[in-house]
């Protein structure tokens, strides 16, 4: 099993849907979990981190599943602006290689 | 916003020539990072320095690669002896704590030939 797991898509979907990726993740040790946004040949960018509680900023929610070994994020209300690949990033406990997921493509169109 | 700065932004080198890629982290960042991404692939890690030491590192970064922090404020990446299938986005990355999300570099696009 990879480490870190992402559907790659695309995921195609119109401007106001709402649209989830999981990212699942093999090591149960692991600590800290993240979503990055990574627009077409640009750097990663900082989504939001993952709390066990779950967390939300504006439209987006993250969600950690500790017992199914995945992570979550939801789309409300897409944009055109969102549309970009979205990496699940896993730290390890007790190593710190962080391994990213391959990403989540998602277009969204008018 | 504070932003981690990489130079060059596009680097040309033939096969086998050494390659020195510059990043400044923000200044009160503790962690370094660099990563990679060969066009269409998955961001790799390649290692993390902190406290002035190599922390971790991958299967990746061999013996041709190097990091240094010859000063308060860069951070560098040298590969001495360079391969076509080094041909890849080098990415730097700083945070203020490992279990932190990392703020990136606009990269550095080198190019193999």
């Known amino acids: 099993r990879k480490e870190v797991e992402q559907d790659p898509g695309p995921f195609n979907v119109p401007e106001g849907a709402t649209v989830a990726f999981n990212c699942t993740y093999s090591n149960s040790a692991s600590q800290s979990f993240f979503w990055y946004r990574q627009d077409c040949r640009k750097e990663p960018k900082l989504l939001m981190s993952v709390y066990s509680s779950g967390n939300e900023d504006g439209r987006f929610t993250a969600q950690l599943n500790r017992a199914s070994q995945y992570i979550s994020l939801l789309i409300r209300d897409s944009k055109l602006s969102d549309s970009a690949t979205y990496l699940c990033v896993v730290n390890p406990g007790g190593s710190y290689i962080p391994t990213f997921g391959r990403g989540t493509s998602l277009i969204v169109h008018p | 916003e504070p932003e981690v700065t990489q130079t060059p932004s596009h680097q040309v080198t033939q096969m086998g020539q050494e390659v020195i890629l510059r990043c400044v982290p923000i200044?009160?960042?503790?962690?370094f990072y660099w990563y990679r991404q060969i066009l269409g692939q998955k961001v790799e890690f390649l290692v993390s320095?902190?406290?002035?030491?190599?922390?971790?590192k991958s299967e990746i970064f061999d013996d041709q690669f190097s990091v240094e922090r010859p000063d308060g404020s860069n951070f560098t990446l040298k590969i001495r002896s360079t391969k076509l299938e080094d041909s890849a986005m080098y990415f730097c990355?700083?945070?203020?704590?490992?279990?932190?999300?990392?703020?990136f570099g606009s990269g550095t696009r080198l190019t193999v030939v």
């Open positions: 320095f902190y406290n002035n030491e190599i922390s971790e």
């Open positions: 990355a700083s945070s203020e704590d490992n279990n932190y999300g990392y703020t």
């Open positions: 200044s009160n960042h503790l962690y």
